[in-house]
Structure formats: structure tokens, C-alpha cells
């Protein structure tokens, strides 16, 4: 059975860190982009992190959304089949559930619809 299973969120104090984890079961993680989006209250999901499959003609290659740069690091472990969203120095902006996907043929890393798997979504709340 496939699945992304995503953990690691709670509630931080702005400034604060959290790890995010996303879990892959029944097929390998790696040979497919992997996406970290985000969604707020009233907001449209967003995109924040991504990277390119590391097993096939693409070679790993990360990017981040403006908002993530600089304080967002993504990373791929593929001995456990997960893929990790670090984040530090968050903000109350950062507020969102975070869910993670992936696609084995992704042109926009930003089109959700291009995603085959998703996860059920972690929530991450930033507040003094």
C-alpha cells in the first residue's frame, strides 16, 4: 500500500525549530520529487520545499519558495525511505498544516495536481 505519512509538528514559539518527517511506504521515495506544500486558514496551498528525484535523469536538485529560503532545509534519507523538512527561525507565518507529496513526472514543482501521493498533513503552529 502507498503512503506518505508525515510527523514531527506542534506548537513553537517564533525563533523556534522543528523537524519535519515524511515517512514512504510501498514504493521508493526516491525515484520521485518530493514536495513539502503548506496550507493556512484561508489560504490556497503553497508550495516551500522541494527536490528532485536523486535515482533517475534528475539529480536531486532542491529549491524553495522565497518564504522558505535561508531557513528552510530539506533533506532525503534514503536508507529510511523518508524525506525531512527542517525549519528554523519560524515565524507566526509559518502557521500552516504542512503536508508532503510526491510525483514521478513533476514539470511544475508548485502544481499540486502533478503530485501523485499525498500525506494526511501535520500541523505546525507558531505563537508566543
Known amino acids: 500500500q502507498v503512503q506518505l505519512v508525515e510527523s514531527g509538528g506542534g506548537l513553537v514559539q517564533p525563533g523556534g525549530s522543528l523537524r519535519l518527517s515524511c515517512a514512504a511506504s510501498?514504493?521508493?521515495?526516491?525515484?520521485?520529487?518530493i514536495g513539502w506544500f503548506r496550507q493556512a486558514p484561508g489560504k490556497v496551498r503553497e508550495g516551500v520545499s522541494f527536490?528532485?528525484?536523486?535515482?533517475?535523469?534528475?539529480?536531486?536538485?532542491?529549491y524553495y519558495a522565497d518564504a522558505a529560503k535561508g531557513r528552510f532545509t530539506i533533506s532525503r534519507d534514503n536508507a529510511k525511505n523518508t524525506v525531512y523538512l527542517q525549519m528554523n527561525s519560524l515565524k507566526p507565518e509559518d502557521t500552516a498544516v504542512y503536508y508532503c507529496?510526491?510525483?514521478?513526472?513533476?514539470?511544475?514543482?508548485?502544481?499540486?495536481?502533478?503530485?501523485?501521493?499525498w500525506g494526511q498533513g501535520t500541523q505546525v503552529t507558531v505563537s508566543s
Open positions: 507529496a510526491a510525483g514521478r513526472v513533476i514539470v511544475a514543482l508548485t502544481s499540486s495536481g502533478e503530485y501523485d501521493y
Open positions: 510501498g514504493f521508493a521515495s526516491d525515484y520521485y520529487t
Open positions: 527536490m528532485r528525484s536523486s535515482n533517475r535523469s534528475s539529480d536531486g536538485r532542491i
